[in-house]
């Protein structure tokens, strides 16, 4: 099973553009990359998915380079209420689905 | 669309006694997953049903957790007895079949505390 490696934390301020980088070296040919975002209090709540090149939805975008080795979650113009903790999983559907959450990426976004 | 149920919200125990929490996924998804979140980490997969049927529970700690997942919708998880260490955040998520790279919606969590 891919493991990841995020940052432990990051700082940002309103209106910027936040980049968060994993790493995961040992991901499989049949893994997705997948983010997800936890406030406290809160369950993850799903951001982005993708498999290879760039993927961009409503909230975010996610860039995987050619070796699928790393990738990066790009939140553009970040606001207060985007401080949360960030997670960056890597794992494959079917019957065996499994997704292993690593320690994440806690961004403090402030005034 | 109604998310993940589940309850209750939080619990306080003593050690040594046994709890059970509740969840009700969403309608129509087929895969239902446990996991254990202690403060400061990531959520840890604890089991995973594919209906009624479990697929993974290598890191359920068998002698005190159990979990069942009846007519393949919802699910109970058991504690007995429960430890200091059992003290965290449990997870309900589910999502909607095998497919490759699928979402899971996860419920609010309930909040354990052994004293």
């Known amino acids: 099973l891919a493991k990841t490696t995020q940052p432990i934390s990051m700082d940002s301020y309103e209106g910027q553009e936040v980049n968060i980088t994993c790493s995961h070296n040992?991901?499989?040919?049949?893994?997705?990359i997948t983010w997800y975002q936890q406030f406290p209090s809160q369950g993850p709540r799903f951001i982005i998915q993708?498999?290879?090149t760039k993927v961009t939805n409503e909230v975010a975008s996610l860039f995987i380079p050619a070796d699928r080795k790393s990738s990066t979650l790009s939140l553009p113009r970040v606001s207060l209420s985007d401080t949360a903790v960030y997670y960056c999983?890597?794992?494959?559907?079917?019957?065996?689905?499994?997704?292993?959450f690593g320690t994440g990426t806690l961004l403090a976004v402030q005034p | 669309e109604a998310g993940v149920a589940q309850s209750p919200r939080y619990k306080i125990i003593e050690k040594r006694q046994s709890v059970a929490f509740w969840c009700n996924p969403i309608s129509g998804h087929a895969t239902l997953y446990w996991y254990q979140q202690i403060l400061g980490q990531g959520p840890k997969l604890l089991i995973q049903f594919q209906n009624n049927g479990v697929v993974d529970d290598s890191q359920l700690p068998k002698d005190r957790f159990s979990a069942e997942r009846l007519k393949g919708v919802d699910s109970t998880l058991k504690i007995q007895p429960a430890k200091l260490e059992d003290s965290a955040v449990y997870l309900c998520?589910?999502?909607?079949?095998?497919?490759?790279?699928?979402?899971?919606?996860f419920g609010p969590g309930t909040r354990l505390t052994v004293l």
């Open positions: 040992n991901i499989a040919t049949n893994d997705y």
């Open positions: 998520a589910s999502s909607a079949s095998g497919i490759l790279g699928n979402e899971q919606f």
């Open positions: 993708g498999y290879k």
């Open positions: 999983l890597v794992g494959s559907g079917g019957a065996t689905n499994k997704l292993i």
